[in-house]
């Protein structure tokens, strides 16, 4: 092993080793169970970014759990074709370059569109290999692949045979800058200091007015109503009557809707059925006319009269200036706005009436949401289940149809001749109607609808695969909480309807990752960290180690450059503990445990390792990644390292080997477990150190068998934490006197009762690491410091170092805390309402309380007594 912990020297390494062997693939096995976990796939054109890096250390940790517990483990990635974020990014690569997409026309600009997913598309395969992810990459996959897209073909047309996929002509979230529609989950809601402007609509031949407020007032110039509330005696006489509408002259009715609520605002309501979603479904239930008076860019349509031509927000000023000329603008008064924004350019999205594809939603949520109440699908933590069903049962039907080139065209296919419209699985040249040529619709499917289909598009949808039949459903979804509605919903549905069946069993969420102060991370932010650089500066352990160590299921993580560090150091100390084990195989053999003599810390570690073995085992069967690596990394650093390794020194040097070959044989016993316990969350260091251990049960870590128990010592253990206790006080004491580290002492023990053997075989332990430089049993003459402790008193001559009034000072302060521990216990006791319901073994542990600290207060104050004759 190198010297010191140099990651740059063996990781791609080993991961190539990895790939070469195989170990990674997975494929039907009768005779294992089977565990699927299916990637969230990022862009094709992407970079890994931190949440990529937090989001799939947690898979990679589950997967390689798994596959070392005896599963058929198929992790399967892939990419997404992101057609809005890649559409845009080519869009801006050709401005560069003094070109647009139009003037390159639809198959000039896909082959563009290739072209950059080509150069760019394998970039963050390679950088998720970087971290150590051990998917199944013989199966990665791609959402415009054959396979996925003879999927997405399949659903669609299924959908629209059964009536739950139509076209129509309603509103849609429109955003002017990409120029197409986008979801409700799509667009992100801002408050803004905004205003709401009353304008006056005049009665048509009378001298009266309606006064309505609005907070767009460019759409008054689609109005075709003004609605109030039938039960509003203040409009009655008004209602079937026309209004003139201002600016524009046309008359517009009064209809009375109950959707009005009559104690908002002026009560009266200007209804723009081509601009607000509320007011199209009223506009449809009065038989109004839709008038859309902006163009998709968002400048204002020649309908707008002496407005066409400009930008939305610009005639709004005009506009407002024109209505205060005339005297139509009664007031206008500041008001708080959520404003609806696209998710990709950010800019403000506008409700318009346009022609689109939509999935009628209500049919599909039904069995989602059967799912996930009845426990079939559990979201951990449970919390977010009320998001996920708020949202299913509050769904609108779902636009899916865009406005882009690149992406899976929708198979619509149009006839001029007979006006008929196909839709068809395959792509057809001739109207099957009239036999006349067909054109296909130029608008491609939303992106999350092929997402939607990854669990079982993957696998070999719509046939039925080995693959699909085996693996499907998957185990376990993995992601943020920010994707619930964009993906988890979505797939849970078309599971429902195509597989009819779930399509994972858990939704594991976890939150997003910020820096120190708490703020997002992202490069827009200034705080954004590349994994690739700290893979390159501090190896990719580190990175997944700072990522998930102590994180809990839901919550957001805090990640900083001090974090790192400490992870970086947890490497080095693990490093160095298993180079000084290896540096010891020389000089000893390597025995079987059950075959060697063990001692009070060999049965206490190897108890300890119990332990973190069913704890292990515990929080990865629950998916607790975090709480995992927080055990760990405690055992390891404080137990194995800190405690451990320093009592076993004294043996190692021995010149006796058949001690020296009990000590190394439990030495490389403990660290096997350890590497395998901690190898699915830091799957390189581990690896690399387990090649320099001898009899190995696997070719790698990797495939080796995850541990289920070790040999447990409970009395040995409870003996050895009474001997570690007393080892930690008097350290305490000697930093508290200030004594210089390399000066050692007598110790002088005085056993308690019933204590004498535990303190003779825990001698040599306390001489080694508390100081000692001998160890004698009795009471020293002259002036001494003492540790009382609930097992033995120690006695340690300290010459003048020792301030009898200083000792006297903090032996008080060890008598006060003993007197409070003992009132605590006597007062439990005195409790008739404790002794009448507390368990029998409660009871007498506070017995033996009292008991323990009655004898530490005499002890104490008989030290005290001594200090003061001194």
């Not at 390679?126 to 415009?144: H, V």
């Not at 509003?232 to 517009?252: E, F, Q, S």
């Not at 209804?271 to 038989?287: L, M, Q, S, Y």
């Not at 910020?514 to 932010?525: E, I, L, T, V």
Request: include cysteine; charge should be neutral; proline fraction near 5%.
């Amino acid at each position: 092993m190198n010297k010191t912990y140099e990651p740059k020297t063996f990781e791609d390494r080993i991961y190539a080793d990895w790939e070469k062997k195989k170990y990674f693939a997975a494929k039907p096995n009768k005779n294992k169970k089977p565990f699927t976990i299916v990637i969230p796939p990022p862009n094709v054109t992407g970079q890994l970014h931190i949440g990529h890096a937090l989001d799939d250390t947690i898979q990679d940790a589950i997967i390689r759990y798994k596959r070392m517990r005896g599963f058929e483990t198929l992790w399967l990635p892939g990419t997404d074709h992101a057609a809005l974020a890649t559409e845009v990014k080519v869009i801006e690569t050709l401005r560069a370059e003094g070109l647009t997409k139009e003037g390159l026309g639809r198959e000039g600009f896909l082959q563009r569109v290739y072209a950059w997913k080509d150069k760019y598309g394998g970039r963050i395969v390679e950088q998720l290999k970087k971290m150590g992810f051990s998917c199944d990459w013989d199966r990665l996959a791609f959402t415009m692949d054959e396979r996925c897209s003879r999927a997405v073909r399949e659903v669609f047309v299924n959908l629209y045979e059964k009536g739950l996929v139509y076209r129509g002509n309603r509103i849609a979230n429109w955003c002017p800058q990409c120029k197409t529609a986008i979801s409700d989950v799509e667009v992100e809601y801002e408050q803004a200091q905004s205003h709401l402007w009353h304008i006056r609509y005049r009665v048509e031949n009378e001298n009266d007015y309606v006064t309505v407020a609005t907070t767009r007032p460019e759409t008054m110039l689609g109005d075709t109503a003004v609605a109030v509330n039938p039960a509003d005696k203040r409009y009655k006489h008004l209602v079937g009557k026309n209004l003139i509408l201002p600016l524009t002259g046309r008359k517009i009715p009064v209809i009375a809707d109950e959707y009005v609520e009559s104690d908002f605002g002026t009560g009266a309501v200007k209804i723009t059925p081509a601009h607000d979603p509320n007011d199209f479904e009223v506009g449809k239930r009065h038989n109004l006319e839709t008038i859309c008076v902006m163009n998709n860019d968002g400048t204002m349509a020649e309908n707008a009269g002496v407005y066409a031509g400009l930008e939305r927000f610009a005639a709004r000023k005009r506009i407002l200036a024109d209505l205060e000329k005339e005297g139509l603008l009664v007031k206008t008064e500041d008001h708080d706005n959520n404003v609806g924004h696209c998710c990709r350019c950010h800019a403000v999205v506008e409700p318009m009436v346009s022609p689109q594809w939509y999935v009628k939603m209500k049919p599909l949520a039904a069995p989602a949401i059967d799912v996930v109440k009845n426990k079939s699908i559990e979201f951990v933590p449970e919390r977010f289940k009320k998001v996920y069903l708020h949202w299913m049962e509050n769904i609108r039907d779902w636009c899916i149809s865009r406005q882009l080139w690149w992406g899976h065209r929708i198979p619509a296919f149009y006839c001029d001749a007979c006006g008929n419209m196909s839709v068809s699985k395959t792509d057809i040249s001739v109207c099957p109607h009239c036999g006349g040529k067909v054109r296909q619709d130029d608008d491609v499917l939303d992106t999350w609808f092929s997402s939607a289909l990854w669990p079982f598009s993957t696998l070999g949808y719509p046939d039925k695969t080995e693959e699909l039949e085996y693996f499907y459903p998957t185990n376990v979804l993995v992601t943020a909480y920010d994707i619930i509605f964009f993906w988890v919903a979505r797939m849970i549905f078309s599971g429902m309807e195509h597989m009819h069946e779930i399509p994972f069993e858990k939704v594991l969420i976890h939150g997003l990752v910020r820096d120190a102060q708490g703020k997002k991370m992202s490069k827009s932010s200034g705080n954004g960290v590349d994994p690739l650089e700290i893979i390159e500066t501090n190896g990719a352990d580190p990175l997944r180690m700072s990522l998930v160590c102590g994180i809990s299921a839901g919550g957001d993580i805090r990640f900083s450059a001090e974090k790192l560090e400490g992870y970086r150091n947890f490497m080095n100390k693990l490093w160095n503990a298993a180079r000084f084990v290896v540096l010891n195989l020389e000089n000893a053999d390597v025995l079987p445990i059950e075959k060697v003599k063990l001692t009070l810390a060999d049965k206490w570690i190897l108890t300890k390792l119990d332990d973190a073995i069913k704890q292990s085992v515990k929080y990865m069967d629950k998916y607790e990644v975090g709480l995992c690596a927080a055990d760990l990394y405690d055992f390891v650093w404080s137990d194995f390292c800190d405690w451990y390794i320093e009592l076993c020194k004294t043996r190692l040097y021995s010149t006796e080997k058949s001690e020296r070959t009990a000590c190394v044989s439990v030495l490389v016993y403990v660290l096997r477990n350890i590497l395998k316990l901690l190898h699915p969350i830091i799957p390189f260091i581990t690896e690399e150190i387990y090649g320099n251990l001898p009899d190995n049960d696997a070719p790698s870590i990797m495939i080796s068998a995850y541990p289920e128990k070790s040999p447990r010592y409970p009395a040995a253990k409870k003996q050895m934490e009474s001997v570690k206790e007393i080892i930690t006080r008097i350290r305490a004491l000697r930093a508290e006197r200030k004594v210089p580290a390399n000066k050692r002492t007598a110790l002088y023990l005085v056993p308690a009762q019933g204590y004498e053997n535990l303190m003779k075989a825990g001698a040599g332990y306390i001489e080694k690491l508390a100081g000692g430089n001998n160890i004698c049993f009795g009471k020293p003459e002259g002036k001494s410091a003492t540790v009382a402790t609930p097992w033995t008193a120690v006695y340690i001559p300290m010459g003048e170092l020792v301030d009898s009034a200083a000792e006297t000072e903090r032996l008080n302060k060890e008598l006060t805390v003993a007197r409070a521990e003992l009132a605590r216990a006597e007062g439990k006791l005195k409790n008739e309402g404790f002794t009448a319901k507390a368990p029998q073994k409660l009871i007498d542990e506070e017995k033996e309380k009292v008991h323990k600290y009655t004898d530490l207060i005499a002890k104490i104050e008989a030290a005290i007594a001594e200090c003061k004759e001194i």
